[in-house]
């Protein structure tokens, strides 16, 4: 059964240095306030893991808190690059970060087979690309059945899993809906999870196309309204695109990245 | 940025108009296009403003028939959610649309495109772990690339990009040459056609080399030659695009003018 936690103690017992680590969200239901949790506590050493690291895994790794990017798409969505991805790349600044770099269909389908208990899955992708040189976790395999030529990837499962959602009830049973990425997949490939939500409400409605996560499949949910800021959650806010747009100024330069991060993450408390 | 005809300071289009206008032309109405964000986004909608109001859009996000009144930010834009027949999963829109071959068209750019339509959008210069400059890396298009039963590829046309061998193949097009695709299993038709700023390239039937087939007017050979790494192959048809009407003006126009927020 989930466990109602606050984000601070959540990512506390959640997140160690050294651990694979995913917070899923694709351009909807970013956990933006969970991340900035993990710089707050100053994890180290990390192996991040998502299909699309954008603004908060360019915060994340400008702080220095990962060590290894796991992903397929990494820029500043409907604006352009990452630029403290590219200096971590680059120049290793502030620390060397070393990549696993996959397609979208490729990472999708490791959490897939991490969610269905399967040693890899199977796709047809990658041949001709120069992808399966750079990434060894990208491998030929043979239909058993036909000899077609196919691609495997291994399962794909974070110690933790963070994402973020609508609303969960009192026992930890989490609802999420709008476009909903590999959020369901990422959870359940997951050793551990914690879900930051908009609410906790004593009786989840239902919603169309909702997804529920069971409280069994959660191991700790908090309450952190606002959580997915400047993303957005259906039903609850709109994406601040504004701010999307203005990263690309402030992560630019080192030093303004820096200020920018003291101000607005390290010196604030948890939203609360 | 080279302007359309009109007087010198003041064109009546500018270069990436054409190329948008020429992109959304190649959509037919009724078929299903794999859309990314920016000018193909941009190409699709206004398609579906002009002369193909049935297009079906599909966003990776996992937005399946999106009618959005406005253009997107970003591929997980909510107004996608909101106006979509269908959201469905991730791992649901590669493995069950995309992956089958149900898409007909695929729309993509790339940062460096060789003669043979291969596309990189992962590093430039230096080695893979040593790059000059880092891209954001593939997202979906290897498999939009493989898959789609074609390519439209919009990007414009510079000698940075147009490059003799792509430093990094991200997405295939014609591989090393006839019977590639065939020998790799990719299962798609490959680049049917490259929209530029200057006009438009066509696979060579025989060699499958990129051949440019169009100018937009205004444009010369000269140009796109300078434009292009590579010796450029033209058409003994080449013809010269119709320039964008006014409706298709107004139109883009109107979309553009929806996204305020954009840098």
Known sequence: ?272 | MSPGPGTEDRPEWTADEMMTVAASRQLRDGTACFVGIGLPSTAANLARATHAPNLVLIYESGCLGAKPDRLPLSIGDGILADTAESVVSVPEVFNYWLQPGRIDVGFLGAAQLDRLGNLNTTVIGGSYEDPKVRLPGAGGAPEIAASCREVVVVVRQTPRTFVDTVDFVTSVGYGRGPGDRERLGLRGGGPRLVITDLGVLEPDPDSLELTLTRLHPGATVAQARAATGWPLAVSDDLVTSDPPTDVELTALRALTATLGARA
């Open chain 1, 1 to 272: 059964m989930a466990r109602i936690v606050s984000l601070a103690d959540g990512i506390a017992e959640l997140v160690s240095d050294g651990d694979v680590v995913a917070l899923e969200g694709f351009t909807h239901l970013i956990p933006f306030a969970a991340g900035h949790e993990i710089i707050r506590q100053g994890r180290r050493d990390l192996t991040l893991v998502r299909m699309t690291p954008d603004v908060i895994y360019d915060q994340l790794i400008g702080m220095g808190c990962a060590s290894h990017l796991v992903f397929s798409w990494g820029g500043n969505p409907g604006v352009g690059s990452l630029h403290r991805f590219r200096d971590a790349v680059q120049n290793s600044w502030p620390t060397r970060l070393e990549l696993e770099e996959h397609s979208h269909a490729g990472m999708a389908n490791r959490y897939v087979a991490g969610a269905s208990g399967l040693p890899f899955a199977v796709l047809r992708g990658y041949t001709g690309t120069d992808l399966p040189r750079h990434t060894p976790n990208i491998k030929a395999i043979s239909c058993p059945f036909t000899g077609e030529l196919l691609t495997a990837v291994p399962a794909l499962r974070p110690d933790v899993t963070v994402v973020h959602a609508q609303r969960a009830d009192r026992a930890g049973n989490v609802q999420l809906w709008g476009i909903t990425g590999v959020q369901k997949e990422a959870v359940l490939a997951a050793h551990r999870s914690l879900v930051t939500v908009e609410e906790v409400v004593d009786r989840l409605e239902p919603v169309p196309g909702q997804v529920i996560l069971p409280s069994w499949v959660v191991t700790a949910v908090a309450e952190v309204p606002g959580g997915s800021h400047p993303s957005y959650a259906q039903g609850y806010s709109v994406r601040d695109n504004d701010f999307y747009v203005g990263w690309d100024e402030i992560s630019r330069d080192r030093d303004t990245f820096r200020q920018w991060m003291e101000r607005h993450v390290l010196e604030v408390g948890e939203l609360e």
